[in-house]
């Protein structure tokens, strides 16, 4: 089996929790209870990035709530349980902290329902399945 | 009742003819906005022998209008059309009758110059001063002074001469009237590919890219993805309208490139890093994506042909012996690849956008054609409709077409699990074999040789 060599990592790359939202498990065979996949993390880090109100209000709308919640928890972070009925600039901020400013560069990915690991190295996750496992 | 809109003149650039209405109504849409123009002239206007570089449009408002140029690479400028004729006496004839109020009152008090472009060829100074001293019968130059530097108002005269035409034969027509906007080609020489960090075997014509995520609306609060990111062109492009952007491949090399360089170089290079959302390792014939609720705008790509870059997905090979990995080296494993066939690429795709894409949302890529090329070739699907299908000469035989489709009706599982052959389309198509498109040449049969009595 061929390994695959990275080249030197550079800084900033680093799956957000906004891509983590819309990831589910693709092993053949795993149908049910593959959403969310359940973050691993070893090295998370804060970068600060330019908060977008617009955008957070477009994509409020498109996100699973609960995957935010359980992913927030993983990472140590706090948000509401549940989307609240007024969505101001705070709320917003908030978001965009979690799913746009907390980092993973190193980690996994974990199937609840097959327990596939889908690692996250220089903070690209590698969803690639096997050739058995199409 | 419907306000008659006023009538404007659209000056394009010389380059990618077919390209040019698309793109303008994609952004007459984005801007919510509408435009009435004759359908002959817009046949002209696409022709690839470059019959015409002008569109007379109307549009409801000056504002649109600013919009639309504030983006567009195919428009040189638009002006509001005071007159148009086969010859200057005309023209000038048309205007004082048409136009005298205006020409009377508008300038009072107003620096003013005026700037005569010819579709065909470029003008000296002092011809276009032989170009204006025929327009001496106006009363604009009683009006205002004019400016060479500084002005409140750019009046073009604008020749349609034809192509190939010395300075001596006689004009096709003459538009004139006061400048709008220009439009926002200087972007182009922005991302000129001389000054990127990273150029792959894949990486794309800056212009063409513009365009590209111009017929996404890729805008502010946007997320788009480019499931063949490759070099990453298209998320610069569309991040230079405001998008946040996602990409994708199956190989890691082809994002990380090499030294150092890579598409994560090109977003830090232009300053797009708060509009760079992630890069995965995705096997695009496996899409890991959620699909309960649609969350892309646009996906924007040029998929892999089999010819030059190869086609690949995940997949087991016929092969008499294997071994099964062993789990603690899933990760570092290099999945096997197979051939993954251009009419499956296709497919996967247009499945991928109808699952992914919110309404209105938009899928753009690239299509490799051949002069066999027929409508029905098209990938097609229920909840996808095609509005735009520009093609791109790159060789005798070999061009691609930017196809553009807009999501105008939900997936449905129970509908749209299993299509008939008619809903997919890509009958018989001929970018099912490619690779005999490009390579095939015909055996050599001396008999049937046009110049066969010629050859001794």
Redesign the interface.
């Given at each position: 089996?061929?390994?695959?060599t990275?080249?030197?990592p550079?800084d900033?790359?680093?799956?957000?929790l906004?891509?983590h939202n819309?990831?589910?498990?693709?092993n053949k065979g795993c149908n049910m209870n593959n959403?969310?996949l359940h973050i691993r993390p070893v090295q998370v880090e804060r970068k600060e990035?330019?908060f977008?109100e617009?955008?957070m209000?477009?994509?409020l709308g498109?996100l699973?709530w609960s995957a935010i919640v359980s992913a927030s928890k993983a990472l140590n972070f706090v948000v509401p349980e549940e989307i609240p009925a007024e969505q101001d600039e705070p709320f917003l901020r908030t978001l965009h902290q979690v799913i746009n400013e907390l980092d993973v560069v190193s980690g996994a990915l974990v199937c609840s329902n097959c327990n596939r690991?889908?690692?996250i190295?220089n903070?690209?996750?590698?969803?690639?399945?096997?050739?058995?496992e199409? | 009742p419907h306000r008659k809109m006023k009538e404007y003149i659209c000056h394009f650039a010389q380059s990618h003819p077919s390209f040019r209405l698309p793109e303008l109504l994609s952004l007459v849409e984005l801007y919510g906005g509408e435009a009435e123009y004759d359908e002959e002239e817009a046949l002209a206007l696409a022709s690839k022998d470059d019959e015409t570089p002008f569109l007379r449009v109307r549009f409801p408002s000056e504002t649109l209008i600013k919009n639309i140029c504030s983006r567009s690479m195919t428009i040189y400028g638009i002006y509001e059309l005071w007159g148009v004729s086969d010859t200057y006496e005309g023209l000038v004839k048309q205007m004082i009758c048409d136009k005298e109020e205006e020409m009377r009152t508008m300038l009072i008090g107003k620096k003013w110059k005026m700037a005569v472009e010819a579709f065909g060829r470029s003008y000296s100074r002092q011809e276009q001063l032989d170009v204006m001293s025929k327009l001496k019968d106006l009363p604009l130059w009683e009006q205002g002074s004019v400016s060479m530097k500084e002005y409140d108002y750019l009046f073009g005269v604008l020749e349609d001469i034809g192509v190939r035409k010395s300075a001596t034969d006689p004009i096709k027509r003459v538009y004139f009237g006061p400048l709008i906007s220009y439009g926002h080609r200087e972007a182009i020489y922005r991302y000129n590919l001389r000054s990127r960090q990273f150029l792959g075997t894949t990486s794309m014509d800056p212009e063409l890219s513009l365009i590209a995520a111009n017929m996404a609306q890729a805008r502010?609060?946007?997320?788009i993805y480019d499931p063949f990111v490759g070099t990453g062109s298209f998320l610069v492009s569309c991040a230079h309208f405001g998008a946040?952007t996602?990409g994708?491949d199956?190989d890691?090399r082809t994002?990380?490139?090499?030294?150092?360089a890579?598409v994560?170089?090109n977003m830090?290079q232009y300053e797009f890093?708060?509009q760079f959302?992630?890069?995965?390792?995705?096997?695009a014939?496996?899409?890991?994506?959620?699909m309960?609720?649609?969350?892309l705008d646009s996906i924007i790509c040029d998929p892999p042909y089999g010819i030059r870059a190869g086609a690949r997905k995940?997949?087991?090979?016929e092969k008499p012996k294997w071994r099964?990995?062993p789990a603690d080296?899933?990760?570092?494993?290099?999945?096997?690849c197979v051939q993954y066939d251009v009419p499956d690429v296709m497919r996967d795709l247009l499945t991928f956008a109808a699952k992914s894409l919110?309404m209105g949302g938009r899928l753009v890529y690239w299509l490799p054609t051949t002069p066999e090329y027929k409508d029905s070739d098209l990938p097609l699907h229920p909840c996808l409709r095609l509005v735009g299908n520009s093609l791109q000469t790159l060789t005798l035989r070999w061009g691609r077409r930017l196809i553009t489709m807009v999501k105008v009706l939900e997936y449905d599982d129970k509908i749209h699990n299993s299509l008939a052959p008619e809903d997919e389309g890509q009958l018989t198509a001929a970018h099912g074999s490619l690779r005999s498109a490009v390579y095939w040449r015909p055996r050599r049969d001396p008999t049937s040789s046009p110049l066969a009595s010629d050859t001794p």
């Open positions: 089996e061929r390994q695959q990275l080249p030197r550079l900033s790359i680093h799956m957000k906004l891509t819309l990831l589910m498990c693709n959403y969310p990035k330019q977008n617009a955008f209000r477009h994509m498109k699973e690991e889908y690692p190295e903070g690209i996750p590698n969803m690639l399945l096997s050739e058995e199409v | 502010p609060g946007s997320l946040m996602m994708a199956l890691i994002t990380q490139g090499t030294g150092g890579s994560l170089g830090r890093m708060d959302v992630d890069i995965l390792l995705i096997d014939s496996r899409p890991p994506w959620r309960a609720r649609p969350f995940i997949g087991k090979r099964p990995i080296l899933n990760a570092a494993h290099f999945p096997q919110v």
